[in-house]
Structure formats: C-alpha cells, structure tokens
Antibody, heavy 118, light 108 residues
C-alpha cells in the first residue's frame, strides 16, 4: 500500500535550518510529484511548493523562495525539504503529499512538527 | 494568483443533518481543478473530492462536490459523527496551489 513516512520532530533555534525527509513506498517513486504543505498551530494549510521527482525540477511558493530547497534521492525513494533562516513563525507541522496527474494530493505523510524557539 | 474564500467559517449542525460548504475563487479555476479535504485534529488532511466533483477512492457517497468556474460546493448529505472536522478547498489548476481558510463543521 502507498505510504509516505516522514522524519521525526525537530526543535531548532532562530536562524538555524531544518531538513525534513519523506520516504515513499508502495508505488513507483518517480511517477508522481511530491508537494510540501505546512500548518502552523491552530491555523490552516499553506502550500510550500513541489518537486518533480523524475527530473528534480522544483516550483516554490513565493513566500518561501530563497529559503526553501526541495530535493530527492531516487535510489532510496525519499524526498527532502530544507528550510533555512528559521523564525519563530516557521513553527508548524510540515507535510509531504503525493500528487497524481489531474488529481489533487491523494496520499499524505504523517506530518513532522518543527518548533523554532530560542 | 488565485485566492480562495470559504463560507461559513463554522457550521453548527446535528448528526443526520445536511451540510453545505462553499468555496469561492478570485478567478476561474482551469479544468475545474478544485479539491476538497477533510482534516481531523492531529491528523493529516484526507482527500475527499478532486476535479470539483469526483470522489476520491474510498470516500462515502454522502460526500458530493459540485460547481465550476469560481463557485464550488461540498455537500454532506447526512452527517455522521465522524464527519465533524475542518474542511479545506484547494485549487490545483495553476501554480501557486493555495488552500482556502477552511470551514469547521461542529456538533450543535
């Protein structure tokens, strides 16, 4: 069955970077884009961008350009999202999600809480 | 950039009642690439509807989506206890792919 399993919770200081991983199984990793979405405490969903797992091409939301990098390791079916220059308002749960062609996000990871605090 | 608004913010209903949720886009959504998700506390979102009206795999038929262009609706025909949650719409026709602010369906 399709699964996206994310890395564990992180606690970071302001100004630091965080790298969240998303390991895919149960399907051909390179057939689907991986998107990243975050959710601050008590808030809604915020789309961050995606990576074309086959080519490595990326598309980032304007709010994150210059601070986010999405990569993938095809050999281990894992996508990564790195966010730099962390601020307190980056405290959120970060999700990866799979997107089939013409369909929306059909499978999601379990979420990775990231806390930014001095 | 397309902006999505959802109404109402909160919908207070009883089990067995019908729920009607609205999602409005600031400009027409291409190919009706509009999705609805359900999210419960502490859980990842769950895809309910894509293409404005197609139910995702395993979604009960009490959930239905309709609409086109800029106005879309999610209807839950008879609320079950497990349906009380927050619902988000999302457009995925053109980048960026924003979500609406959400509608909370609460028990009355």
């Amino acid at each position: 069955q399709v699964q996206l399993v994310q890395s564990g919770a992180e606690v970071k200081k302001p100004g630091a970077s965080v790298k969240v991983s998303c390991k895919a199984s149960g399907y051909t990793f390179t057939d689907y884009f991986i998107h990243w979405v975050r959710q601050a405490p008590g808030q809604g969903l915020e789309w961050m961008g995606y990576i074309n797992v086959y080519s490595g091409g990326t598309n980032y939301a304007q709010n994150f350009k210059g601070r986010v990098t999405m990569t993938r390791e095809r050999s281990i079916s894992t996508a990564h999202m790195e966010l730099t220059s962390l601020r307190s308002d980056d405290t959120a749960v970060y999700y990866c999600a799979r997107r089939p062609p013409q369909v929306a996000f059909d499978y999601w990871g379990q979420g990775t809480p990231v806390t930014v605090s001095s | 950039e397309i902006v999505l608004t959802q109404s109402p913010v909160t919908l207070s209903l009883s089990p067995g009642e019908r729920a009607t949720l609205s999602c409005r886009a600031s400009q027409s959504i291409s190919s009706n690439y509009l999705a609805w998700y359900q999210q419960k506390p502490g859980q990842a979102p769950r895809l309910l509807i894509y293409g404005a009206s197609t139910r995702a795999s395993g979604i009960p038929d009490r959930f239905s989506g309709s609409g086109s262009g800029t106005d879309f609706t999610l209807t839950i025909s008879r609320l079950e206890p497990e349906d009380f949650a927050v619902y988000y719409c999302q457009q995925y026709g053109a980048s960026p792919w924003p979500f609406g602010p959400g509608t909370k369906v609460a028990i009355k």
